[in-house]
């Protein structure tokens, strides 16, 4: 049997400590962590390397670099999508630098794609139809009408005409982290802030 030193004890338990404090702020801020699927993929690549590894290193020594390269493949993966070629600096950024009032926590009826929706507005500022949206974005032209639908329900987009969309000062606000203003609700649902 495998003798356990006084170093692999100690990575365990900085380990375990370490999770429990990352898990606390996961579990502290639930919006980040069910809306940006990339923060999940990054804990569990902690979790992996903290936990998986002391105890690799304890129980299977011979497996421990298998570990920390899987734990290391899905670190990696949570900051950089090597599908569409995006180091995530920008929203990373909101996560980690924004004033956390300021960063953005979407309503119960939004998807994560919603976002993406109203970026694509807001950086072009121009009327879009749903095939341009759906080809910019990478994702289905009827998931992209089922969202506009939703967005324009709750105030965030305006239908300019049959098939043309624009973004609303609603959504502008949302974007920024300043939504929802006082007197815009206009009774829709409202996104929580």
Known sequence: MHTIDAFQWYN???GSLSMVGFTYL???NRSI???YRFVQVLFLGLLVFAIGG???DLVAPAWSHAIHTLAALLVIYGLYNPIRNDLRREAWANLILED???VRQPAEWMAPMDD????LFHSSRLVLTPSIIAYNTGYSREEVNRRLGELTENGLMERVERGKYRITTIGENYLTGTYPVEGETHGRKQVSH
Do not use: H, M, T
């Open 12 to 14: 365990l338990l900085v």
């Open 26 to 28: 996961l579990v502290r």
């Open 33 to 35: 962590g069910s809306y």
């Open 54 to 56: 002391p105890l690799a």
């Open 100 to 102: 956390p009032s300021q």
């Open 116 to 119: 993406d929706i109203l970026e």
